[in-house]
C-alpha cells in the first residue's frame, strides 16, 4: 500500500475530534510530502535539527510536534516555528520553551509528559511530581505557553492489561488536573502504532503513528 493508502486506512478508524500525528522521524522529506498530498498537516518528529531542516523543505502550513525528548539548548532551534512540544518532562524545560516563545514573540503550545509505564528508561514527571508542580502556580507566569493537555507512553509489552492500566492512570490525572486549567486543557495525547485503539477507548484525542503510515524506518 502507498503512504496514501495506509495514512486513509487509520483515519477511517479514528473518532471525530481524534487527531492523528504522522511521525514522521528518520523519514525523508519526500515521504512526508506523499502524506501531505494525501491531507495530512501535522507531523512528528523526535530530533530538532530534522525538524528544523524539513521545516525549511516542505509546505509552510504543516504543523510541526516535537515529540521526542527535547534538551534545553535544542529549544531555540524549533521555537520560531513549532506548534506544539508534547515531550515537556521538567520545570527547566518548560522555562525555556517560555524565554524561546518570548524571544520570538509566539505562543507555544505544549503537552506535560508523565510517566506512567514500568519502564524506568521512560521520560516523563511522576504523577506526584506532576501534580505538585501544577499546583504550585509556576505556570501562571510563563504567558507564552500554553498548556493543552497530557502525553505518556504506555509500557512496552504485549500484556494488554498493563497497557490498560497506564491509559487509565494518564486518563485518572487528566482529569484531576483539569481543575488547574482553563479549557484550553483538552488533549490527551496516548496511543502509537500498535496500541492505539485501546488509548481510543481511553478518551486519547491525539494518537502518534508512524510505522502503519510510512513503514520502517530509514536510519
Same mark, same amino acid.
Given at each position: 500500500?502507498?503512504?496514501? =493508502?495506509?495514512?486513509? %486506512?487509520?483515519?477511517?478508524? @479514528?473518532?471525530?475530534?481524534? %487527531?492523528?500525528?504522522?511521525?514522521?522521524?528518520?523519514?525523508?522529506?519526500?515521504? @512526508?510530502?506523499?502524506?501531505?498530498?494525501?491531507?495530512?498537516?501535522?507531523?512528528?518528529? *523526535?530530533?530538532?535539527?530534522?525538524?528544523?531542516? %524539513?521545516?525549511?523543505?516542505?509546505?509552510?502550513?504543516?504543523?510541526?510536534?516535537?515529540?521526542?525528548?527535547?534538551?534545553?539548548?535544542?529549544?531555540?532551534?524549533?521555537?520560531?516555528?513549532?506548534?506544539?512540544?508534547?515531550?515537556?518532562?521538567?520545570?527547566?524545560?518548560?522555562? =525555556?520553551? =517560555?524565554?524561546?516563545?518570548?524571544? !520570538? !514573540?509566539?505562543?507555544?503550545?505544549?503537552? @506535560? =509528559?508523565?510517566?506512567?509505564?514500568?519502564?524506568?528508561?521512560?521520560?516523563?514527571?511522576?504523577?506526584?511530581? +506532576? %501534580?505538585?508542580?501544577? $499546583?504550585?502556580?509556576? +505556570?501562571?507566569? &510563563?504567558?507564552?505557553?500554553?498548556?493543552?493537555?497530557? &502525553?505518556?507512553?504506555?509500557? !512496552?509489552?504485549?500484556?494488554?492489561?498493563?497497557?490498560?492500566?497506564?491509559?487509565?492512570?494518564?486518563?485518572? @490525572?487528566?482529569?484531576? +488536573?483539569?481543575?488547574?486549567?482553563? *479549557? !484550553?486543557?483538552?488533549?490527551?495525547?496516548?496511543?502509537?502504532?500498535?496500541?492505539?485503539?485501546? $488509548?481510543?477507548?481511553?478518551?486519547?484525542? &491525539?494518537?502518534?503513528?508512524?510505522?502503519?503510515?510510512?513503514?520502517?524506518?530509514?536510519?
Amino acid at each position: 500500500m502507498s503512504v496514501s =493508502e495506509r495514512l486513509h %486506512k487509520i483515519l477511517d478508524t @479514528l473518532p471525530e475530534g481524534v %487527531k492523528l500525528v504522522a511521525v514522521s522521524k528518520f523519514h525523508p522529506a519526500e515521504r @512526508l510530502q506523499e502524506a501531505y498530498d494525501a491531507g495530512q498537516r501535522i507531523f512528528g518528529e *523526535s530530533r530538532p535539527q530534522e525538524m528544523a531542516a %524539513k521545516h525549511e523543505q516542505l509546505p509552510a502550513d504543516i504543523e510541526w510536534h516535537m515529540i521526542g525528548h527535547l534538551q534545553t539548548n535544542k529549544v531555540k532551534m524549533i521555537a520560531p516555528f513549532v506548534a506544539m512540544i508534547s515531550s515537556v518532562d521538567s520545570e527547566r524545560l518548560i522555562e =525555556e520553551i =517560555e524565554r524561546q516563545a518570548a524571544r !520570538n !514573540n509566539r505562543t507555544i503550545e505544549i503537552l @506535560l =509528559e508523565a510517566h506512567v509505564a514500568d519502564e524506568q528508561t521512560k521520560s516523563g514527571w511522576s504523577p506526584d511530581e +506532576l %501534580k505538585a508542580y501544577v $499546583a504550585s502556580g509556576a +505556570l501562571a507566569a &510563563m504567558p507564552h505557553i500554553r498548556v493543552r493537555g497530557l &502525553m505518556t507512553i504506555a509500557t !512496552n509489552t504485549d500484556d494488554e492489561a498493563i497497557i490498560r492500566r497506564d491509559f487509565q492512570h494518564i486518563r485518572d @490525572l487528566f482529569e484531576e +488536573l483539569k481543575s488547574h486549567f482553563d *479549557s !484550553n486543557f483538552d488533549t490527551l495525547s496516548i496511543g502509537m502504532s500498535d496500541d492505539y485503539p485501546i $488509548a481510543l477507548e481511553y478518551g486519547s484525542t &491525539m494518537v502518534r503513528i508512524g510505522t502503519a503510515i510510512f513503514g520502517a524506518r530509514e536510519y
